[in-house]
């Protein structure tokens, strides 16, 4: 298998304020990670995927200025909310895939609770 | 119309019962397909890869049938440990690779 670790696991923000979320991959290099977001009683929507080395792609209706998606390196992507609203309150996870495992490794998850 | 389709449920059984999912995909050329299974307030944890040929694990059934672009999960023998939401996803190399879910199906197994 393999190792997504995501941090912090929850956060309470302010509105206005900014809130960076980390993905990390332990064990293995990846290129490629996913950002979703999960509202209660829903599935995961995909907002962008993180490419290492180049800018992110972003999912249609996704603000690419408010989730600012930054992957400077082979183990690590962050999404950054910027200007938080309540709105913006949800399940936020990251997602890898590993060379030669056709499933997709999660991070914990990041509840995101703007007040 | 949805990448991936599930019934959401909620599916409420009795300890011991047999209970079925099933997920149609809309993408033909949809090359992977998996069962996740997601606890509330968690993140999803695989639970099986499902083949064409079809596939057991345990108490746990996946079937694949690609014509009719359709993933069943039967589950036997059902516990208290089976609540979860299962989620129905599907990887497609003309998309990117990208991962798709359905919604989930609930499934509460009642004492």
């Known amino acids: 298998g393999a190792v997504v670790s995501q941090h912090p696991s929850r956060v309470i923000c302010k509105s206005g304020t900014s809130v960076k979320i980390e993905c990390r991959s332990l064990?293995?290099?990846?290129?490629?990670m996913f950002w979703y977001r999960q509202f209660p009683k829903q599935s995961l929507m995909l907002m962008a995927t993180?490419?290492?080395?180049?800018?992110?792609?972003?999912e249609q209706g996704v603000e690419k200025d408010k989730f600012l998606i930054n992957h400077a390196s082979l183990t690590l992507s962050t999404l950054t909310v910027t200007s938080a609203h309540p709105e913006d309150s949800s399940f936020y996870i990251c997602?890898?895939?590993?060379?030669?495992?056709?499933?997709?490794?999660f991070g914990q998850g990041t509840r995101l609770t703007v007040v | 119309r949805k990448e991936v389709e599930q019934d959401p449920g909620p599916f409420n059984v009795p300890e011991g019962a047999t209970v079925a999912f099933n997920c149609t995909y809309s993408n033909s050329a949809s090359q992977s397909f998996f069962w996740y299974r997601q606890d509330c307030r968690k993140e999803p944890k695989l639970l099986m890869s499902v083949y064409s040929s079809g596939n057991e694990d345990g108490r746990f059934t996946a079937q694949l049938n690609r014509a009719s672009q359709y993933i069943s999960l039967l589950i036997r023998d059902s516990k208290l440990s089976d609540s979860a939401t299962y989620l129905c996803?599907?990887?497609?190399?003309?998309?990117?690779?990208?991962?798709?879910f359905g919604t989930g199906t609930s499934l509460t197994v009642i004492p």
């Open positions: 064990d293995f290099q990846a290129t490629t």
């Open positions: 993180s490419n290492e080395g180049s800018k992110a792609t972003y």
């Open positions: 997602s890898a895939s590993k060379t030669g495992y056709p499933e997709a490794f």
């Open positions: 996803v599907v990887k497609s190399a003309n998309t990117g690779n990208q991962f798709y």
